[in-house]
Structures are given as C-alpha cells and as structure tokens.
C-alpha cells in the first residue's frame, strides 16, 4: 500500500482557512493521490475557482504549494534547522541494503552494532497510521522503506509528519528490520531534512506524461519515471564498453578542434542522424552553426565531422586513433535529428574497409553484451538477431534483389535509366521521391536514390551495403575492380544507417580535385542564391542551404601531400546505436537534454 494518504495531524501546521478546507476534502479520490501539501492547496485551489481553465488551476495549485513549503523552510529555520545541509555521512546504498538482508526473516529486527545504517536519498511516497510512519526513500541505487516509529524519535515525530513531503531529500540512521509483510525498512532512530523540496511531483498514479514537458524538464522525468534514468545508465554503459573495445585492439584515443577556422564541404557525408541525402553536386553540404570570436574578429564553425583532423594524425604517425565527441549540424529537430549529436570516427592505418566491418560488428555486438547479456534483442516489436557474421551485399544487388532493376545493364543513358527507373517502381512513388528521381544529375546518385527510397526502409537485420556509386563518396577510395564505384560501406539495422566507412582516399591530387569540384558546386549555388536575394529578403536566406560560403582545407590536402599511409575510417552514430539496445523510438530519448522548439 504506497498510495500517497492525507496526513491529517498536517492541518495543526496550516492557516485555518487550509484546515478547514481540508476537513471538508478528506474523503476526496484526488486527495489521496497527492502528498500533503498537495493536498491543501488543491483543495483550497478547487473551493475557490468556477469556471478556470485546467491550465490555470494547475498554476494556482503549484503556486500555493510552493508558499507552504516556504513557509516550512522558514519555520525549520526558526527552530535553528537548516533544511539545505552540506553533507550527510552514508554507510549503504539502498540496493546494498536489499541485497545483505535479504535473508532476514519476515517480522524480525536487528538492532546489533554491525547493523547500524545511514542512508540518503528523496522520499517518492509516504503515509501514516498514528504513531507509525513510511516513508520510501529512493537513491540512485533503488529504493527502501523507512520504517519511523513516535517511541524512537519522539519529538522528532511531529517534525517528520508536520515538515517532510514527497520530494523532500532526506538522511536517516537506524537498524534494520523487515515488517511482518515482508517489506525490509530501515528502523529509523533519527533524520535529517538535507534539501527541502519547494515543488510537488508529478501525480503518482499518472507520472509525468506530458512528453514535451518531460523533454523540457529531464531532470523531473527522472524522478518521477526511474525507468528513463536507466536509459543514460545503459548509455554510458554503451559509450564504456565502446572505449573498451577499440582499444583493447589498440586504437588511441584523441580530440580534435570543436571550432573549425574554415567552414569545408563535409568530406565524409556522415549525416548520422539525417537521412543522407546528397546535393546535386554530389556532395554531403550539412550546414553549419556559425559563431563570432571577438579577438580573432572573424567567424567560426562548429565542427561538422571529426575526420580531417584525425587522417593528420595518421600523416603524423599514428596507425589506429579514434575520437568519441558531439558533432553539430545545423538542420532539422525531429525524433530521429538532433542538432547535436555524438559518434565515435576511427582510422586504421594499413587497413582497408573490410576491417572496418569486423569493427562495426565488434563495437555493437559487445555493446549488446554488455547492455542485454546476449544478441537476440527486441526493438519496437521486431526481433533483430546480432549473431555474427552480419549480411554483406552491394548496393546494385540489393537494388536489384528488391526492384528488379540491374543499374549494370541500364548503360550510360541517364534519361533512359530514369525512364526505366519510374516505370519499375511504378504508381507507389510520392510525388517528393518522383522528384528525387527525375533530378538525379547521374547514374550513381539515381542508384542511390532508388536504394533509399526502396531498399533502406527494409533492412530491418544487420546489413553491410557495400560498393557505393562514386558521384556520392568523396573521400572513398576507387574501388580497386568495379570502375565508377568506391570501397564504401554503410551498416543498417531497422532500416537506419548506424555507420560509415571507407577505404580513405590517399592520393593527394585526387582528393584535391574532389573537393575543388563540390567547393565549386556549392559556391555557384550560393552565387545564384545570393542574387536573388535583396535588401529586406537577405537575414531570410541567412539559414537556407547555400547561404554559407565554403572553402578548401589547403592545410589538410598539405598533409596529404607529406603522405598518409593506405587506411580505413569508419564512423558510428552513438546515439542511434543507444536507441537501439534501449529500445528507444525517439533520439530524444537517448539524449538527456535534447534541443526543442520553442514553447509558444
């Protein structure tokens, strides 16, 4: 019985005009559900109000609640309490408690040396019988019931019934006991209020449901559903054991420059948490957020990927290195796009991409491990098997396999293609991919686009898409016997990219010509943006795709040309690989406090 009753001797502590209202309700289902406070004030809220909106009244009831505590904190404060203590001593978190006495019988107590504790943690439900009260009090471990008896604590009791409430964060010392029910409690001798609460939590029975307020206010969604705090527990995990991975195989670890001085095409088209979705020209063009530096007196760029620094440091010597950091684009807000978000790049030197598949599997199959303890999961209903080794196929096959369309045999008539392209797909196609299709600029990027409109939705199980078109791969190496293709993968699970890899691009005068060609492409397209654009309409292109100027890395093709021994990269979107081993639909859900629209 945790349901959160009325403490009737509370009424002896509030105005009359409160005592009376509370008389009046105690009978109330409502009441029941709220701690005392909350009691009081949305009883004196209720008898007030006529024809308010639910809005309104739930203001007022948090409002009157906030004064009472006040007042409660003024009145501790007056019998020389402070109800925001500096620390408090612990011997036990309540899951250690749980775990050395659950062998203790039903109806015994200890009261030996060996069995004093103290424990801390915020009191999520209470209620009262007389001379006896519980309390349970919840940690970062679990909970445990506080078991508070008049004969024990004598005056102290009246403090605990008249000035503790839900949400209070409480310190107790006592011996152990398991009740007659079963219920093991911490048979309190003494407490200490360590931070008083000033605002009630959400009901008990309905929590906090508001999902774009539990997005706003994490840290109350935590308290009030201890199932989403699991959710960053298993994520740290998963970050851990990602560290743990690579580099038990010896890669190192290290950070590059968040503010980037130049803002470049992004070479590696890892839109982690976008849809992948080139431009015309065939380059990746994620958008930047731009910031001032004062002394410099110039722009500068949040970073958009991690890999042109990290391929210096294997020009500098270094065979395996890695980086785990927040990667910013400045797109869309949904629940699969996050402005911010985190991925983990690695490069090996010597290495092509096929090691950079057995790395993929490694990194989530040990992850899997670490979170669920074995490789067949659950996610939103579907069973996906990480038993390895995972589906290796090429992106024509694939095509082919689901379209009946063989790109191999289409020749080098685009219109043709395309005219084929539309006939097979048929009448299911929206007007928004039958677009997407007529506007492709070349054979790679239609087969790219067919693959994502029709293959990428239905690769529910672990999948290596191999041999990407070289129209949409930048910095992949030519594939070393299919002419016009890359060495590129990309893994798919539950019909979202997870990661990208390539076998990189060492060939310095090639890689210059590449990003010469999108550096050329983007800034003719701002050009014409520009031009179009005048006097008031100009803070409106301000954000718009092509608004950004941007420039070649002159310093990275440098490094090239020192030399950069053959490798493979790959990155993998973190956020995306939490949400699938925490079954979560949402990257909101996996990220503690993700950007929102503003509230209107």
Request: glycine share 6%; net charge negative.
């Amino acid at each position: 019985m945790e349901a959160l009753k009325v403490w009737s001797s509370l009424s002896s502590s509030l105005p009359i005009s409160f005592r009376h209202l509370i008389h009046r309700r105690t009978t109330s289902l409502t009441l029941l559900r709220r701690c005392s406070t909350t009691t009081t004030a949305s009883s004196a809220t209720r008898n007030r109000r006529s024809s308010s909106s639910s809005t309104s009244t739930s203001t007022s009831d948090r409002e009157a609640i906030r004064a009472i505590r006040i007042k409660k904190v003024e009145e501790l404060r007056s019998k020389g309490l402070e109800p925001y203590a500096y620390k408090w001593d612990r011997t036990h978190s309540a899951n250690q408690l749980q775990e050395i006495y659950k062998s203790l019988p039903n109806g015994e107590a200890l009261d030996g040396e060996n069995d004093r504790v103290s424990i801390a943690g915020r009191i999520v439900a209470r209620r009262a019988f007389g001379k006896l009260a519980f309390l349970t009090l919840r940690d970062d471990s679990g909970t445990i019931q506080l078991y508070c008896e008049k004969e024990r604590l004598v005056n102290e009791f009246e403090q605990l019934k008249n000035h503790v409430d839900i949400g209070d964060i409480l310190g107790a010392s006592g011996s152990m006991k398991r009740t007659e029910k079963g219920e093991l409690s911490v048979l309190v001798n003494s407490f200490s209020i360590l931070t008083k609460s000033l605002l009630p939590l959400p009901d008990k029975y309905h929590g906090l449901t508001d999902v774009d307020k539990r997005y706003r206010q994490r840290y109350v969604d935590m308290i009030a559903n201890p199932e989403v705090a699991d959710v960053f527990r298993k994520r740290a995990k998963i970050v851990s054991e990602i560290r743990k991975t690579v580099e038990s195989l010896g890669f190192v670890e290290v950070e590059t420059p968040v503010l980037q001085v130049e803002m470049e095409i992004d070479p590696f088209q890892l839109i982690f948490l976008g849809d992948g979705k080139m431009g015309a020209a065939g380059g990746a063009e994620a958008r930047p957020f731009v910031t001032y530096h004062n002394s410099l007196g110039r722009d500068l760029y949040l970073r958009i990927a991690t890999e042109l620094h990290l391929k210096r440091m294997l020009v500098g010597g270094f065979e395996k290195v890695y980086e785990i950091g927040r990667i910013f684009r400045n797109e869309g807000i949904s629940t699969r796009h996050n402005p911010e978000f985190t991925t983990i790049e690695m490069y090996e030197a010597f290495s092509d991409y096929q090691s950079m598949m057995n790395m993929a599997e490694e990194i989530v199959t040990q992850c899997a491990l670490a979170v669920h303890g074995k490789l067949t999961i659950d996610y939103q209903g579907v069973e996906i098997n990480l038993e390895r080794p995972w589906r290796r196929e090429t992106m024509h096959n694939l095509v082919k396999e689901t379209t009946g369309i063989d790109f191999t045999e289409l020749g080098n008539d685009l219109q043709a293609a395309k005219e084929v392209t539309l006939r097979a797909l048929g009448v299911g196609l929206d007007n928004k991919d039958k677009s997407a299709i007529e506007a492709s600029p070349s054979l790679g990027n239609l087969l790219n686009e067919v693959f994502e409109i029709v293959v990428e939705p239905k690769l529910l199980q672990p999948t290596f898409v191999l041999d990407y078109p070289i129209e949409i791969s930048p910095l992949a190496k030519p594939h070393r016997r299919h002419a016009g293709l890359t060495e590129r993968f990309e893994l798919f699970i539950c019909g979202r990219e997870l990661a990208n890899a390539f076998s990189e691009l060492t060939d310095p005068l090639d890689q210059r010509s590449r990003l010469e060609e999108q550096v050329r492409q983007h800034n003719a397209k701002r050009a014409v943006a520009v031009a179009e654009t005048s006097g008031e309409e100009e803070h409106l292109k301000k954000n718009e795709d092509n608004s950004y100027e941007v420039t070649l890395d002159d310093d990275f093709l440098t490094a090239l040309e020192y030399g950069m021994p053959p490798a493979s990269g790959m990155g993998l979107g973190i956020d995306r690989l939490v949400m699938l081993l925490t079954n979560s639909a949402s990257i909101r859900d996996v990220i503690a406090f993700p950007v929102l629209k503003i509230q209107q």
